[in-house]
């Protein structure tokens, strides 16, 4: 038996998790690299495969040494995976049973990175000072703390003793022994000291070169791979393209013999970037097709990060994917018919995977996202609908349309900035009751009157938009072309990415759809659930979040989003019911009921049921195990939820509420696909008291998460909060114009919206333009 045989792929694990965190792990090397002789090669696949037989091997495994080294892997792995939580207590038994000192002191600057990565910096630095007293007289764990608690505290120190320090450091590294150690200390020691800006840039070169040169003598590829990357990215800096391309060119022709996806991706980028400067587009075009393909494959290995509202997709990978979008988009002018049609659909796949990626990051989760691609069905575009794909870029917005002629494409010169600005002043005069007017034509001139002509001329009757970035926060029906809106000429729905999108007809019709009605007008124990940093909001905003006076109008729905704003990525805080007594704990929890009336649910729902055949659960019926147990055992086809609910910035900070309970965004894929063995599918998911956060683009994505997650064809929800009997009346008209056959979903809601726009009550668009289809529009 071949007690390690996948610890070739934990190897490879250990160091994506160095090039993740730029920290310094000495058993990555140290004691993997003894066991690879003795290993059997395991086949390629992605860090939750190979965590599954290395928690079966800790399991079954008596050697304590061994264990000790599966309890590293394994905690990497889940470091990895970012899943950092569930590390812990692997990080701590290979500590606590290490066999030696060295070891253990190795253990120790593991467990110090975890630390530092959670933002425990006092732990870390007591982590590593353990580490320091451990190791006695070894150079490596010495220099490993030491260049990590840097890491840590580089920023406290002025630029003359952060060098200083790091030139101690890189004294003392002849001392280490292994010299794969040496190069990778001196690669961390490099990247320090070019961070420290200008005055390090001297030592950086210095440190890069020799972890080159020593890389190539002792024949490690990877190694000297990392070096020659590093050593370009300088040169590049320093407007040094010559030397930065031929730097590029060496690690190409080095990482031929390898396979290293994960520094390629930033190599040819780099040789795009430079390309592009020169006016050599072709090869640019080629050189960032090379850097995505890269990206493509070992995309389901990158961890989902996300730190100061910015994913690392955002930050690091998406430019790659809109560089070469814009490149082929400012290319396809000067192609033939035929060659231009081949290249707007090229740039249109390009974008879609920087869709399918927001959603992995939003959601943070791959297998939600990939299971959707995989499981995708779709029918060819008929005519009477369009597809118009936005992007925006720094100095210009270009729209891809896509009829079933082909493809167009149209450059709206806007800035990025002005598009945004217009955008969010828009949906915010709209839902104060301000002049709407001006953005309104304004931005009906960029969208879609640059096409007009073409969907007038192929009589276009349903617009399918893939928005990008703010435009997610748009409510395109409200567009106005000076004389009508948008939505009196065409059917609208969002689609987050085409190739998530199961665009084939409903199996059923009308009255054949079978659903579960859920509502809660009057919330239970619910309310002792919620967030504290929520509850605290709530109470603060006080009564006058039940109305405003500006219009008049009832917004009990939008008190729940007010509160929702500005509350943490998964944070919930310290509410202080602790020290409350049990009257005043009663006092809250009704005034908290109060405030979260939803007066007009019990009528919505009694009115759906007389629509639509199935069951309901309303108020006190509505609780989190009612609801799994009649999706355990119905087979629905729609799903309607009536409940105060929001989607924030992330999954973390998105649900909605049972009369019992909070229900997290994975809470909801469990509950709605807890009877999917026994079901054809879920068609559609309304929520109509959920919303999106205000101001938040990423917000809106949660609405399209939880169809996806769901497995549900389509989702039908809200921008923002209306009245409960705006509301009502749209839901009410909406599925009686889905009974009938001919109407799509997209027209059974344009002509519920068309109903509000008549009745002088509701013709303002904040009663009837923010309610949006996502996914299928058929």
């Known amino acids: 038996m071949h007690t390690f045989n996948h610890m070739?792929?934990?190897?490879?694990?250990?160091?994506?998790?160095?090039?993740?965190?730029?920290f310094i792990f000495p058993f990555a090397h140290a004691q993997t690299e003894?066991?690879?002789?003795?290993?059997?090669?395991?086949e390629r696949g992605n860090y939750i495969q190979v965590l599954h037989p290395l928690l079966a091997q800790y399991s079954a495994t008596s050697v304590q040494a061994d264990k000790v080294r599966l309890a590293a892997a394994i905690a990497a792995s889940y470091v990895q995976l970012q899943q950092a939580p569930l590390a812990e207590p692997y990080l701590h038994f290979a500590y606590e049973h290490a066999d030696t000192a060295v070891d253990k002191a190795a253990h120790a600057i593991a467990l110090g990175n975890w630390q530092q990565s959670r933002g425990n910096a006092d732990a870390a630095r007591a982590s590593y000072d353990v580490a320091m007293t451990l190791a006695g007289s070894d150079a490596g764990i010495a220099i490993s703390s030491g260049l990590n608690r840097l890491k840590l505290d580089g920023d406290k120190l002025g630029t003359t003793d952060r060098i200083s320090s790091l030139n101690a450091y890189w004294q003392r590294l002849p001392?280490?022994?292994?010299?794969?150690?040496?190069?990778?200390?001196?690669?961390?020691?490099?990247a320090q000291a070019k961070a420290a800006g200008p005055a390090g840039h001297a030592l950086a070169y210095q440190a890069f070169d020799y972890a080159r040169q020593l890389a190539q003598a002792v024949q490690e590829s990877r190694l000297l791979l990392e070096a020659l990357d590093q050593l370009a990215q300088m040169y590049e800096d320093a407007h040094r393209q010559d030397d930065a391309l031929a730097l590029s060119d060496q690690a190409v022709l080095v990482a031929q013999t390898m396979?290293?996806?994960?520094?390629?991706?930033?190599?040819e980028w780099r040789r795009g970037r430079i390309l592009r400067q020169r006016g050599q587009t072709d090869m640019a075009i080629a050189a960032y097709q090379r850097a995505l393909d890269h990206i493509e494959a070992i995309r389901t290995d990158i961890p989902v990060e996300y730190q100061d509202g910015k994913s690392s997709f955002r930050e690091t990978l998406e430019p790659v994917y809109l560089g070469l979008a814009d490149m082929l988009l400012q290319?396809?002018?000067?192609?033939?018919?035929?060659?231009?049609?081949?290249?707007?659909?090229r740039a249109r796949n390009v974008l879609e995977l920087i869709k399918q990626t927001e959603l992995q990051d939003y959601l943070g989760d791959r297998c939600a996202v990939e299971s959707a691609r995989a499981n995708r069905r779709s029918s060819t575009l008929a005519p009477g609908t369009a597809i118009i794909y936005p992007v925006i870029l720094p100095n210009r917005?270009?729209?891809?349309?896509?009829?079933?002629n082909g493809m167009q494409h149209r450059s709206i010169a806007v800035s990025a900035d002005s598009l945004r600005a217009d955008v969010i002043e828009f949906g915010s005069n709209i839902r104060d009751n301000l002049s709407f007017k001006p953005q309104a034509k304004r931005l009906y001139d960029m969208l879609l009157a640059p096409v007009d002509s073409l969907l007038q001329q192929e009589k276009i009757e349903t617009l399918v938009i893939i928005p990008d970035g703010v435009l997610r926060l748009l409510p395109f029906a409200a567009l106005h072309d000076g004389q009508r809106f948008a939505i009196e000429k065409y059917a609208i729905a969002i689609v987050p990415a085409l190739t998530l999108t199961n665009t084939t007809a409903r199996e059923q019709q009308g009255s054949n759809l079978k659903t579960l009605l859920a509502g809660m007008s009057e919330p239970g124990a619910v309310v002792d659930k919620l967030p504290a940093v929520m509850v605290e909001q709530l109470l603060a905003a006080g009564p006058q979040t039940a109305s405003t006076a500006t219009t008049g109008r009832q917004i009990s729905r939008g008190s729940f989003t007010r509160s929702m704003r500005r509350l943490p990525a998964g944070k919930s805080g310290a509410d202080g019911s602790a020290t409350m007594s049990v009257t005043e704990k009663q006092q809250r929890h009704r005034q908290l009921q109060q405030m979260l009336l939803l007066n007009g649910v019990d009528e919505e729902i009694r009115m759906l049921e007389k629509l639509n055949p199935g069951q309901t659960l309303l108020n006190g019926g509505f609780t989190v195990s009612a609801f799994a147990g009649k999706m355990k055992t119905g087979d629905f086809q729609i799903v309607h939820i009536a409940s105060h609910g929001v989607f924030g910035g992330t999954a973390d900070n998105s649900f909605l509420m049972a009369h019992d309970d909070l229900i997290t965004m994975n809470g909801l894929q469990q509950l709605l696909r807890a009877g999917e063995k026994n079901s054809r599918g879920l068609e559609l998911l309304t929520l109509s008291a959920c919303e999106t956060a205000e101001g938040d683009d990423r917000a809106p994505l949660g609405l399209s998460g939880a169809a996806l997650k769901a497995h549900a064809k389509s989702a039908l929800g809200s921008l923002w909060p209306v009245s409960d009997d705006a509301a009502s009346a749209l839901m009410v008209q909406f599925y009686r114009n889905l009974s009938t056959p001919a109407n799509s979903k997209a027209q059974a809601l344009q002509k519920a919206q068309l109903e509000l726009l008549k009745n002088d009550n509701y013709s303002h668009p904040f009663y009837w333009a923010p309610f949006i289809m996502v996914g299928s529009w058929l």
Do not use: W, Y
């Not at 035929?338 to 707007?344: E, R, S, Y």
């Open 397 to 404: 917005m270009e729209l891809l349309l896509e009829t079933a």
């Open 175 to 190: 001392a280490v022994s292994k010299p794969q150690a040496r190069i990778r200390f001196a690669i961390n020691l490099g």
């Open 34 to 42: 003894t066991l690879n002789n003795k290993l059997d090669l395991c």
């Open 8 to 22: 070739q792929c934990v190897r490879k694990i250990l160091i994506a998790c160095l090039a993740s965190f730029n």
């Open 259 to 267: 396979e290293a996806h994960d520094l390629l991706i930033a190599v």
């Open 331 to 345: 290319g396809a002018d000067q192609l033939n018919a035929a060659n231009k049609d081949q290249q707007l659909r």
